[in-house]
Each structure stands twice: as structure tokens, then as C-alpha cells.
């Protein structure tokens, strides 16, 4: 079967940047907001004996949030399919000056909350009406009794749109005029966005390619890093401000709430893969070998091991879909259907052509109940990988269609948690499938970028964006400082056994300039963990484990991380033993590497 390689946006809101009907469902919204905030002003939990103004507020609060979902995620999606897509970003402005009428309903509803006593508190969550959301409404009550009076939330929130919001924003419009030449072995010159020229940089299989397209690549982001270092010590320091006005010190405190973590948690989880860093340097160092240097250099960490005569496998999009299905199904029928259906109504949107913003990710649709993935596919074994990953998230949103939208709200951490899961899936798949040693060297190297990323990259990112917020906390950061603090994260992370590094890696990565969540980096390594845990378990488990994995989505929203883990998986985050049976899985698939390896760099 043949699937589309570009996304279905019309049954979502047809014309695209001008269609009449996501016009009428902005001005709906604006009415909707208007109604909302009336409902919450009016409110008085005193005078609601049967809690059904509550109840009303609740529902009414829903449909704002699905109708705010729907919009954002339809308009981010056409200013990532077309970063010359301007029509897209005034709509997404449009849309955003909505937000600041919304967030002061949200804080006077918040801080009414927080003004019921305890003893009052415990007995309205205690209804059969209430009890399923008690968890969501408890965290808005406590963020409540931390909130300043309404008119200066009021302000800081109008203010961000001018702020926190317009920086992030800027800082894709940044990105999208970089522009890298590249020569063709043909001998033609063609212009590379900057998603082609990463892609084609980290994946080529000659390393002559990486190395003049990792040159080209430092270069075009250096020569705007005075932009993105504006950018980034406004956009922190706009945040940084707002945690003042609010007595809070800790920069930690936001992004480990949001994902429902302890910091004994965090602590341990970079302790234990701290603990264990010398075997990935091992396998770096040898990959490195065999690529006939001493030492690994930055852009080959996700090249391609092509030994002998091997012919590096490749899957056209048709064939990755197929793959990816026929897998999902020997774990999870409903994943598998899920799965299916995703590219039977084009939700995916992977053609390779420039104009299209770097990266991938996948976007929900809440009033259609649907999601839509956002990336570029090249054929690769990766791109099979980061497929199935963003298909994991999707799925992840799908099981929890029927429930409460306070209770879909799951944070990051767990956000990837059901996308890492569908990722090892399809690794395993793909390394029981191999024919050759030398072909199973390079899936186990596929299989293992995927762990580098985690330990290694995003614990740079970690270190850097913690010293950062140090620094910028003392005051502007130069662009010469942050690219130092750049630099040194990675030697730390890396324990300086790499022959290269990427100083403009800060300017380059999307994820620092995120207007939403702050430290938007070890929620993923967290959700890696996670997930291997998980496929331990399942693994134990068998086939009968489908239905305890989607029981275990379905409560991500509704209770803290630790609680989660211990509800169904009987484990204590805070103890080591959990991370360190996660690693043991990675440490295992490199000590097969190196001996797999061993007689080619004899």
C-alpha cells in the first residue's frame, strides 16, 4: 500500500493560513474565554451547595482548553511544514493574545480554590463527582496559594506576550534564514534548511559529507549567535524575573513541579548514569575506531557503521509503516490498529523538501481526537525509529480520549515515556531481523544512539542550561560566555574523551528557547529509563501486559511520578536499583558491540 508523505491539515480546518473556518473557531474561542471568566468571577464556593457552579466552570474550562489545543496545534503545524509560512505566525499571535484573559480566570478560580479551607477541601473532593479529578484540582489549589493578587498576575501574563512568548517566536524566525550550501557529489550547489543539513550532517555514511557539513553548520549558527544570544538571555531572563516577583529561587522548582518529580528523583537518575559513563565512552571510542580515528568527533556520533560489503538497510517510508505495524502488533493489538489508522488518514507529515523547520514531534487535536506528527523521513533505521516514537506519544493521547481534559494533562516525563516504549519496540525488531554480524554491529549502533542521546547529549544540556540560569540569574550572559558554558557541559557530560565538540550547540537546539517548559532535556532521559523499565516488565510479563500498559498511560495526569511507579510497576524512583537494571540493558547491548567489533580494529 501506498500512504501520503505529506499531512491531512483540511479535515481539521480547511484553506490552510486562510480558512474561514479556523477563523470562526478563533472568534468562538474569544467568546468562550469571555464566558469562562464571567462563570469564575461570579463563582462563590460558599453559596455552591451542590457544586454544580463548580462542575459548570470545570466544563467550561475543558472546551476552552480543547478549542486553545486545537488552534495551536493546527497553526504550529502549518508554520512547520512552511517556515515561510507568515500568514501562520500572525494567526499564532492572534491566538496567543487570547491567553492572558484565560490565565486570569485560571488564577482567580485558583486562588478561590485556595481560600476553601482544608477540612472543606477534603470533603468537595471526596464526592463522586470530584474524585476523579482530586489529584488535578489539589495541584491548581496549591499552585493558587503561590500566586500573586489577580491584576499583577494579570500584567505578567499580558506582558509575556510581548515577552517569554515573543522571544521563543523569534527565535524561529531566526531559524528559519538559515541557509547552508551544500555540493552534491554531481557537483551542484543546493541550499539546505537548516532540518535537511542536520539530518544529512548526523547521517551520512561519508564521513568527508559530516565533517564539511558540520563546518558549514557551526558556521551559519555562529554567525547569528549575537540574535540567539539576545534571544536566550531574555527569554530566561524574562522567566528568571517572573520567579522573583514570586519569592521563588529555586529555577528547578517550575520544571520539576510541571512533571510531578522529586529532586531526589532527578538526583538519583543522574548519579546512577553518572555511575556508568565509562562503558558508553568505551563504545563511543571504539565506534570511533572503526571509523579509523582515535577519538570520536561530534558529527559522527550518529553516522552509520557500514563494515565489509554491507549495504546499509534502508526502509522507504511504505516499508517503515509496515515494519512498524507488524511489530506494535506482536506487543500490542490496540497499538497496532492505532497505528494503522495513523497512516490510513495521513497524519504524518514526512516528505523531505526544504522549507520545513528542523526536528519532529507530534501535536494533539483535542476536539477531533486525533494527533499529527511533524518530521522529515530519509529512509534511515533512524528514521524508522524516531516514526515509531512520535506514533508512541500519539498512541499515548489516544488511550486517554474519554477521560476528564484535567486528567489528559500528563507531563513530559511520562509524555516519553510511551514514545521511548514504541521506539525500543521497533530497535529490538530490527536487530532480531539482522542477517550478518556486520549488519547487526550497525543496528546495535542505531539501537545505542538512541542511549548516547540520553546519557550523554541531554546531560550536556542539563549541565548547561543549570549553569546558565546560574549565571543569568548574576546577570546578561555574552554569546561568548554561553558558548564556553556550552563547551565545558559537554566535556563534562562527555568526560572529555571526544575529539570535537559543537560550541554553537546552545544556538542550534530548539529546545533552550521554549517558551513553555523550562529545562525541556531530562524529561527525556527520565522518560527513557522509564520506558526500559517497563519493557523489562513486559517482557516478564507477556502478552498479558497490554492492558496494564494502557491502565498505566491512563493514570499519568492523574498522580505524581513516584506514586505511578509504585502503582504499577511496585518500584521506588528514589532508590537506584531501578535506574541502574535500565542501564544494565544499554551496558549489555555494548558489551555485545565490542566483542561483535573487537577484530576489526586489531
Not at 77 to 84: F, G, K, M, P, R
Not at 382 to 398: D, P, Q, R, W
Not at 551 to 573: P, Q, V
Amino acid at each position: 500500500m501506498s500512504y501520503s508523505l505529506i499531512w491531512d491539515l483540511d479535515s481539521i480546518f480547511p484553506g490552510g493560513s486562510d480558512s474561514p473556518e479556523l477563523k470562526q473557531r478563533l472568534e468562538k474561542l474569544a467568546e468562550q474565554i469571555e464566558n469562562h471568566h464571567d462563570k469564575v468571577n461570579a463563582w462563590s464556593p460558599s453559596e455552591d451547595s451542590d457544586n454544580q457552579g463548580l462542575l459548570e466552570i470545570i466544563q467550561l474550562a475543558e472546551a476552552v482548553s480543547e478549542g486553545y489545543g486545537q488552534c495551536a496545534s493546527y497553526i504550529t503545524a502549518l508554520s512547520s511544514a512552511n517556515v515561510n509560512d507568515t500568514k501562520a505566525k500572525i494567526l499564532y499571535g492572534e491566538l496567543a493574545s487570547l491567553s492572558p484573559k484565560f490565565q486570569l480566570s485560571q488564577t482567580i478560580f485558583s486562588k478561590k480554590l485556595t481560600a476553601i479551607s482544608d477540612d472543606e477541601w477534603a470533603t468537595l473532593i471526596s464526592t463522586d463527582a470530584l474524585a476523579p479529578l482530586a489529584f488535578r484540582l489539589s495541584e491548581i489549589r496549591r499552585d493558587g496559594s503561590e500566586l500573586l493578587s489577580e491584576a499583577e498576575e494579570n500584567i505578567i501574563n499580558t506582558l509575556s506576550l510581548d515577552g517569554l512568548n515573543a522571544w521563543s517566536e523569534h527565535y524561529d524566525t531566526i531559524v528559519a534564514s538559515i541557509i547552508i550550501p551544500f555540493t552534491d557529489k554531481d557537483g551542484k550547489t543546493v541550499e539546505l534548511s537548516a532540518g535537511q543539513a542536520f539530518n544529512k550532517m548526523m547521517g551520512d555514511p561519508d564521513a568527508a559529507v559530516r565533517k564539511e557539513l558540520f563546518e558549514k553548520w557551526e558556521a551559519a549558527w555562529a554567525e547569528k549567535a549575537p540574535l540567539f544570544s539576545d534571544t536566550l538571555n531574555h527569554l530566561d531572563g524574562f522567566r528568571l524575573s517572573t520567579y522573583k516577583l514570586h519569592g521563588v529561587t529555586d529555577y528547578l522548582k517550575q520544571p520539576l513541579e510541571y512533571n510531578r518529580l522529586q529532586k531526589e528523583t532527578l538526583d538519583v537518575m543522574w548519579e546512577t548514569i553518572q555511575k556508568n559513563k565509562q562503558p558508553i565512552i568505551d563504545f563511543l571510542t571504539r565506534k570511533a575506531q572503526l571509523f579509523g580515528k582515535e577519538k570520536m568527533e561530534w558529527q559522527d556520533q550518529d553516522a552509520p557503521i557500514i563494515l565489509g560489503d554491507l549495504q546499509e538497510k534502508t526502509y522507504t517510508f511504505d516499508q517503515a509503516a509496515e515494519f512498524i505495524v507488524e511489530n506494535f502488533e506482536k506487543f500490542s493489538p490496540k497499538m497496532a490498529t492505532f497505528a494503522q489508522k495513523a497512516f490510513d488518514n495521513s497524519w504524518i507529515e514526512a516528505e523531505d523538501r526544504p522549507g520545513k523547520r528542523p526536528g519532529g514531534y507530534c501535536t494533539s487535536l483535542p476536539e477531533s481526537q486525533e494527533s499529527r506528527i511533524f518530521m522529515t523521513y530519509s529512509n534511515s533505521v533512524n528514521e524508522v525509529a524516531t516514526l515509531a516514537h512520535e506514533l508512541g506519544h500519539a498512541f499515548h493521547s489516544e488511550v486517554m480520549w474519554d477521560l476528564p481534559e484535567l486528567n489528559r494533562d500528563y507531563a513530559m516525563n511520562v509524555a516519553e515515556t510511551a514514545s521511548t516504549f514504541a521506539e525500543l519496540i521497533v530497535a529490538d525488531a530490527t536487530l532480531k531481523e539482522a542477517q550478518t554480524k556486520e549488519e547487526k554491529i550497525n543496528l546495535l549502533d542505531t539501537k545505542m544512539q538512541n542511549a548516547i542521546a540520553m546519557f550523554m547529549n541531554i546531560h550536556a544540556r542539563f549541565i548547561f542550561e543549570n549553569n546558565f540560569y546560574q549565571a543569568r540569574q548574576k546577570g546578561l550572559v555574552s554569546e561568548e560566555e554561553i558558548t564556553e558554558l556550552m563547551v565545558a557541559a559537554q566535556k563534562e557530560s562527555y568526560q572529555d574523551s571526544l575529539a570535537s565538540y559543537h560550541p554553537h550547540f546552545w544556538a542550534a537546539k530548539l529546545h533552550f528557547f521554549i517558551d513553555d517548559v523550562p529545562f525541556y532535556n531530562f524529561p527525556y532521559t527520565f522518560g527513557y529509563l522509564f520506558s526500559m523499565g517497563i519493557y523489562a516488565y513486559a517482557d516478564q510479563q507477556g502478552s498479558g501486559f497490554e492492558d496494564q500498559y494502557i491502565a498505566l498511560l491512563r493514570d499519568t495526569a492523574s498522580m505524581t511520578t513516584e506514586e505511578l511507579a509504585k502503582k504499577h510497576l511496585n518500584i521506588d524512583l528514589t532508590k537506584p536499583d531501578f535506574w541502574q537494571a535500565g542501564i544494565d540493558r544499554v551496558l549489555g547491548d555494548i558489551t555485545e558491540f565490542l566483542a561483535l567489533t573487537e577484530e576489526y580494529v586489531k
